[in-house]
């Protein structure tokens, strides 16, 4: 199955399927990863498994929505923070040898 991304659907649809059969929003994100479902919700947003379509092996990979449930200007700044400082992180634990 391929997971919607849009916030405000999150449908799941069929395989390779490249616009949601449901919103109508596009599937595929960079033209490379293929989101298969949630796997983690939290204050910032969701978590989903996904599928690298570019790499010959497709391996597991995951992104990560940023959808703060937090209110308000400063909440929302700092929200976007630590989002940001988290995925810079994230980006070099693949850089690990």
């Avoid at 849009?6 to 989101?35: H, S």
């Avoid at 298969?36 to 990979?61: E, W």
Wanted: glycine share 8%.
């Amino acid at each position: 199955m391929t997971q919607c991304l849009n916030p405000d659907c999150l449908k799941l649809n069929p395989p390779d399927t490249i616009f949601c059969q449901y919103c109508g929003e596009k599937l595929v994100l960079a033209e490379r990863y293929w989101p298969i479902k949630i796997i983690r919700q939290g204050g910032f947003g969701r978590t989903f498994q996904a599928v690298d379509k570019y790499k010959p092996s497709k391996p597991f990979c995951v992104i990560k929505q940023f959808f703060p449930q937090a209110q308000g200007t400063k909440s929302l700044s700092k929200a976007a923070e630590l989002f940001a400082q988290e995925a810079e992180r994230l980006d070099g634990l693949g850089k690990h040898p």
